[in-house]
Nanobody
Framework: QVQPVESGGGSVQSGGSLRLSCAVS????????MAWFRQAPGKQREGVAG???????TYADSGKGRFTISQDNAKRTLYLELKNLRPEDAAMYYC????????????????????WGKGAQVTVSS
């Protein structure tokens, strides 16, 4: 069982930065994909960014140019660098894993993913 665990959430002012981390409980064999989703109160969960095992990245328009997804395969850890945060970025951010995943690039829809973390809260004040 793959169990993602997020950390690094917090509260920042508009324009600030945060770095989210997601540690995965066991090594994943073969091909897999990982992604970050977010959900604000009263809104649907939406994809933010994804990455394949080989390092191909996908970003939703909301975070292009401001968010960076990366991974450390040796540490089994996924990261999301959030810069120039806006109040509308405030949400619970979830780490998700698709294992196996044979896509050349990540599709940022929740149904594509098998394992989910419990989330890390990001609060942005104006």
């Amino acid at each position: 069982q793959v169990q993602p665990v997020e950390s690094g959430g917090g509260s920042v002012q508009s324009g600030g930065s945060l770095r989210l981390s997601c540690a995965v409980s066991r090594p994943m064999e073969g091909s897999y994909c990982m992604a970050w989703f977010r959900q604000a109160p009263g809104k649907q969960r939406e994809g933010v960014a994804g990455i394949t095992r080989s390092g191909t990245t996908t970003y939703a328009d909301s975070g292009k140019g401001r968010f960076t997804i990366s991974q450390d395969n040796a540490k089994r850890t996924l990261y999301l660098e959030l810069k120039n945060l806006r109040p509308e970025d405030a949400a619970m951010y979830y780490c998700a894993v698709a294992d196996p995943c044979w896509r050349g690039s990540v599709v940022l829809t929740a149904e594509e993913f098998d394992y989910w973390g419990k989330g890390a809260q990001v609060t942005v004040s104006s």
